[in-house]
């Protein structure tokens, strides 16, 4: 299986300011057939089901703010968020679609500070 | 996209329980489905999927519940089940059903305690 590693595990931010969150995976998850990354990254608040923000890496879902953004490529891949807003505080989770078994990473919670 | 999961419940362990997910707004025929659950304060894992009926309709699980849990469907009624046998405290959490394009339900909890 693709072990995904984030980091850290958690992180307080203030208001307006950057957050970062980076994500690892095992193996590479690029695909040499498309040339995408096949990662995605989801965002989960309290009593909620995942909600998905980016997929392909740096793709954002419908409706996503633009202070979400994903980079990365092969093995290391990074979740940014621009400019901290109260309604993202939340737990976040990098997630590999490279197998059809999907794995996830462990989660960052991001607070405010 | 509307994912309704149901048949959550206390189980014993050692018991079976199963889990349906109403879908809608899709083509649910032409879809394969997995189950991904998530234990309380845990990250999510991914149980199984079901392959469309153009794929084979054939099934893959995670290590934790082959042998024990089941994945069918019913594409005249666009359901998917999750049959969960021989539970074990460990299998405790909430069950979602997720499209190949990551639409998740609300989730049904499944909770195993004597």
């Known amino acids: 299986d693709i072990v995904m590693t984030q980091s850290p595990d958690s992180l307080a931010v203030s208001l307006g300011e950057r957050a970062t969150i980076t994500c690892k995976s095992s193996q590479s998850i690029l695909s040499s057939s498309n040339n995408k990354n096949f990662l995605a990254w989801f965002q989960q608040k309290p009593g909620q089901p995942p909600k998905l923000l980016i997929y392909?890496?740096?793709t954002r879902e419908s409706g996503v703010p633009d202070r979400f953004r994903g980079s990365g490529s092969g093995t290391d891949f990074t979740l940014t968020i621009s400019s901290l807003q109260a309604e993202d505080v939340a737990v976040y989770y990098c997630?590999?679609?490279?197998?059809?078994?999907?794995?996830f990473g462990q989660g960052t919670k991001v607070e405010i500070k | 996209v509307q994912l309704v999961e149901s048949g959550g419940g206390l189980a014993r362990p050692g018991g079976s329980l199963r889990l349906s997910c109403a879908a809608s707004?899709?083509?649910?025929?032409?879809?394969?489905m997995n189950w991904v659950r998530q234990a309380p304060g845990k990250g999510p894992e991914w149980v199984g999927h079901i392959r469309k009926k153009g794929d084979g309709g054939t099934t893959d699980y995670a290590a934790p519940v082959k042998g024990r849990f089941t994945i069918s469907r019913d594409d005249s009624r666009t359901t998917v089940y999750l049959q969960m046998n021989s539970l074990k405290v460990e299998d405790t959490a909430v069950y979602y059903c997720v499209t190949m394009d990551f639409r998740w339900g609300q989730g049904t909890l499944v909770t195993v305690s004597s």
């Open positions: 997630q590999q679609y490279y197998t059809t078994l999907w794995t």
């Open positions: 392909w890496a740096s």
């Open positions: 707004g899709f083509n649910f025929g032409n879809a394969w």
